[in-house]
């Protein structure tokens, strides 16, 4: 079945500083893949999304792109700030579920930007 | 975006007794529905998949005894905790989708079970 592999955390980096989180997956077929994330104290939110190969997925300055050949869907930010300090959850489709398709979460990494 | 609300946001009770989480899509009809359980470390676990009008799918190992969904229409699902304990203490995510194409989700901010 679907899977997804994401780097574990916690990532502490520095303002300003680069920022890779690794994502790689195992899916049938086409799936659509996700970067969703949760700030403090909130819900969860769609960050970026790419819907089949080669597609750039990009949000307030992150960016991913979907990589079949390598199956990863890594999310990247040239220069992070303090409130990027999050969760962030790569996730794909997975199996339909009636109308609309499950997602496949991965566990989540937590990255705290220190000033 | 889509906005999902979900109440309470926080609630504690006693052990024993049912506690009702209501999912709401406020500007959207919600063709399925989703229910997650987040642990400690942050891991997402689904719970059940519920799709307007029809029963609820359980994920494999949770109790739908226990976990009773209800999706009655297009905007509300509901999730009851009957006879709750202290471990069923927990972070529970709803989330929506809507439309046949749509294979985005949209959460609510979550509800913060405390059982004591």
């Known amino acids: 079945g679907n899977s997804v592999t994401q780097m574990e955390g916690p990532v502490t980096l520095s303002e300003e500083a680069f920022l890779t989180i690794n994502c790689t997956y195992t899916a049938t077929g086409y799936p659509s893949l996700f970067w969703y994330v949760q700030y403090p104290g909130e819900g969860l939110q769609l960050l970026l999304k790419a819907t089949k190969a080669d597609d750039k997925g990009s949000n307030k300055g992150f960016e991913a792109t979907y990589r079949k050949e390598t199956t990863s869907f890594h999310l990247e930010k040239g220069s992070v700030q303090v409130s990027d300090s999050a969760v962030y959850f790569c996730a794909l489709t997975g199996p339909r579920a009636g109308n609309n398709r499950k997602l496949i979460w991965g566990l989540g990494t937590s990255l705290a930007v220190n000033p | 975006g889509a906005v999902v609300s979900q109440h309470p946001s926080r609630v504690i009770c006693k052990s024993g007794t049912s506690v009702k989480i209501e999912c709401r899509s406020l500007d959207f009809q919600a063709t399925t529905m989703f229910w997650y359980r987040q642990f400690p470390k942050q891991s997402l676990m689904l719970m059940a998949t519920s799709n307007e009008g029809s029963k609820a799918t359980y994920e494999q190992g949770v109790e739908k005894d226990k976990f009773l969904i209800n999706h009655a229409s297009l905007t509300l699902s509901t999730l009851t905790v009957t006879s709750a304990h202290p471990e069923d203490s927990s972070f529970y995510i709803c989330?929506?989708?809507?439309?046949?194409?749509?294979?985005?989700?949209?959460f609510g901010p979550g509800t913060r079970l405390t059982v004591l």
């Open positions: 989330s929506a989708s809507g439309g046949l194409a749509s294979d985005e989700q949209f």
